[in-house]
Each structure stands twice: as C-alpha cells, then as structure tokens.
C-alpha cells in the first residue's frame, strides 16, 4: 500500500535486500541471535528468505556496518555483544558514569605534557594563544577493552596539580572537584562521526576507516570559567550515548494557535 | 618536558605528523584556510614544517577523515564547509530547529507505507509483533543537500492521519501537534556511530565507508505513551548536535565529602 503526498517525490518500495536486513537486525536486537552467536551460513540465510545470495549478502553487509555482526575469517558471521551506553542526563566522568553501571574503568595514561596552547584550545580556555597547557592523552578501558581515546587541555596552574594525580585509576572529573577544590558547573558538547585516524587506529586496537564517535567537551567551573577542554572519540562498534529530552514551549503557544487557526 | 603518573603506563611523545595536523587544524577552525579554499601543496607543506612528504600525507590524511579537508582528483586538497549544526535543548523536530538559524529546510519523500511492525518497532512503540504500522522513509534537504535519511514509524491511526499532510514541507512533530491536536512530552535518544549503508549511499550522495551519526529516537506524547519511532541518519561530515550539560549534585555532596577525608 504504497501513498506519496505531492507528486514532486518519487515513491520507492523496500527493496528485498532491506526486508532481510530489518528482519534479522530484529531477531538480533531481542536475543534471538545472540551475542557471540555464529549466525546461519548464506547458504541456510538463503533457503530461510527463499532469496540469492547477493541479496543475502547484501543484508549482512549492511548489519556489519552497522557494527551489530562481525565476520571471522573462515568461520562465519558472528553477532556482536550490545554496545555499552552512558546516560547523560548530568555532567559526569566516564568512571563515574559507568562503575555504576556495573563496569570496570581503568585508563592508559599515554602521555602528561606542557604544552603551548593552539589556537583552538586559547580560543575555548579563554587563554592567550601560544600559553603553557596540560596536555594528558588517555585510554579508557570497559572491562580491560579500549573504548575511546581521550585528549584533555587543562591551564598550565590546574593542570600541574594533577601531575601527582592517580590518573590510571580516577576520573580528572573527580580529581578537580575533591583533590583540587574545583567545584564543576556545566559542560558545552557537539557530538559528530568521524572515521579513526591513526591514533585511534593504535591506541583503540581498531581497523582503519572504522567509525568513531567524537565528542568536543568544555566543562566550566561553577562559576563559569572554562577549565577543562576534551576531544572524546569513543568506538563506534562499542559505545552509545543515551539521554532524555523534553519538549518545552516557552513561547510557543502563541505560534501554534496561529498555525492551527490558519 | 614529558611527565607521567605512575609506571605502568608508556609516555609517548606526540609524533610529527600528529603536531602538524594539529597546526593546520587550529588554521582551519580559525579561518586562516577558508571554507572551498585550496590548501598549499604537499610540496609547500613540506617546506612549510621542514618535514617528509609522508608526514605531510598523513597529517592530510587524518584531516580528511575527520571531515575538515577533501580532495579533488588532479585538483589538489580542500577545505570543507564547516558543519551544521543542531542544538538540542528541547525536542524539536529538524526544520523547526534549524529554520531558527536561517537555513531552508525541506524533504523529500521516498515512500510512506502500511506494514506490519517488527519486534524492535512493535517493542518500542508497546505493540503487538505484526500490527499494522505507518512506516515512512524521508530525506531531509538543508539548504538543498542532502544531510540526513529518517525513517519513522508510527501507530496505525496516528499515522494514517499524516497521509494526506503535507511531508515535504512539514516537521511530523508539527503535523502531529497542530493537525492531529497530539501534545508532545519527552524523547528517548540514543546516539552512535556507523557506517554507511546501502540506503543512505543512494539517499544521501555519500560514498560507500562514509561514518554516519545514528540517532535512535522514541518519542511519547504528553501522557507518556510512546507515539513515534525514529532511525536518524546524519551525514558524519556535514553535521553535529550540540548541547549543555550541567553537574547535578543530588545525593553527591556526602560522597565527595568522605574522599576529601579520607
């Protein structure tokens, strides 16, 4: 049953190849495959759908893409585990975030430098370009796999004081707040995909051109000085970010009256 | 001056190409490299940092992965247009969003039908597997390109009602509160990265390997009841979200005050 409003726009059915794919990303999505699971050959996939093989081929590629299947070299497809999600409905660590969740945070601390601020980090510190900066490159581990690379500017004063810091073990969240006495107010975040450059490719174990989650964070103190600069780029494969959001009407009540007596 | 905490973790110093990418990175944020401007030759580049020609490459390559330069066959290397993007502060359908920030928002419709729900839309929407839901497939134009593919479904008389709306110009969430009288509430969003797939390398223009921004998104109506199911699919080098996050401290305070002590 087939309906298009205008005849502007061209109407398309679903194509076999995208039935096979809803049909099995389902059958995956509520356990039916599941995780770590070697899914039936082509060979079953086909005979199943009463398809060719390209088609089912078609369908498994796109659910690779999508990161819910993997392929083992001479073993067959596999079904990945669920990815892991943060809720952010407040500010928080990703330690914070996740131990309680249940999981294991560790961080590779791959290096602790002073560094001359670029134009982009002066810009977002509200610092002078070319003025001392904490530069700290990290690897978040989930239960001992990596799962997203973190770069942090912090200015040069605040940023010495977490030289000494257990940085392996705690959040620098944590760290300002109860070490520091630096009370954290909110954060500015843009969140886009990117594909893994090469220190992606090296500190997350991950192939080239996999896709990558990057996450620009400025957290402010509470009283609104920024403090704290990040680039997060978290696996695409592995990570999710999850959140609530309300409809709010300030102000248009009045709009949608008009529309609706127009 | 390197500084490590610790002595588990290996201290590496940042490599060339890494500090050159940065530095044309922070120009290209700044505008010294305008958007649609050639960049200087890998020949000029290497004389620039007094570096290989692979260190320029791969500096270049990372830059084009993460959307910020592309290339032109036999033209040389370019600068990207910077991104769209998207506040979203409250749930707002995309061209309410983005029509506030001057841009022109319309869609194209690809097909709006009946089909049965499967066990992900029927689970979502609190349904039974197999009942009829409207099953729509848009692609949003801003400013007259393709950004994102969504594909939305909806109750069976919720959805009906939106046939003969007008959904080349209009938001659904507007159809669904000024034509249908449906007041919204909240949304549940999730967010990752994929690659992408067989339909949005058609809808969208982007190349086979392109990251994409997946949004998962169910929204409720005023009551709570969830009315709306939506996959969001961005193109990873044309947009981002962005949003403000604040640091609640219920329940925190007696935690952080137990840390300081002990």
């Not at 679903?14 to 999505?29: G, M, T």
């Not at 560790?106 to 977002?124: E, G, I």
Request: hydrophobic fraction near 40%; aromatic fraction near 6%; charged fraction near 25%.
């Amino acid at each position: 049953m087939l309906k298009a409003a205008g005849n502007l726009v061209p109407v398309t059915s679903v194509p076999l190849y995208a039935q096979i794919k809803e049909n099995l990303r389902a059958r995956i999505l509520d356990g039916t495959y599941a995780p770590h699971s070697q899914m039936p050959s082509e060979h079953e996939l086909c005979a199943m759908f009463g398809v060719s093989r390209i088609t089912v081929r078609q369908a498994l590629g796109d659910l690779q893409k999508e990161g819910l299947l993997f392929k083992l070299h001479g073993k067959g497809t596999f079904v990945s585990k669920p990815k892991a999600f943060q809720n952010i409905s407040s500010l928080q660590g990703f330690a914070e975030a996740m131990s309680s969740m249940g999981y294991e945070i560790v961080n590779q601390l791959r290096s602790f430098r002073n560094v001359s601020a670029n134009r982009q980090v002066a810009d977002r510190l509200r610092i002078e370009e070319g003025a001392p900066v904490i530069e700290i490159h990290r690897v978040r581990l989930l239960n001992r796999e990596p799962i997203s690379l973190e770069l942090t500017w912090l200015p040069e004063a605040l940023g010495q004081r977490l030289a000494n810091a257990d940085l392996v073990a705690r959040d620098i969240f944590l760290i300002l707040e109860n070490d520091c006495g630096v009370p954290l107010g909110h954060a500015d975040i843009a969140i886009d995909a990117i594909l893994a450059d090469d220190e992606m490719v090296d500190a997350l174990r991950v192939e080239e051109g996999s896709p990558a989650l990057r996450i620009d964070r400025l957290t402010h103190d509470a009283n609104g000085t920024p403090i704290d600069y990040e680039h997060l780029y978290f696996r695409g494969d592995a990570f999710q970010y999850r959140f609530r959001i309300d409809r709010e009407k300030q102000g248009k009540g009045a709009t949608s009256q008009a529309t609706r007596k127009a």
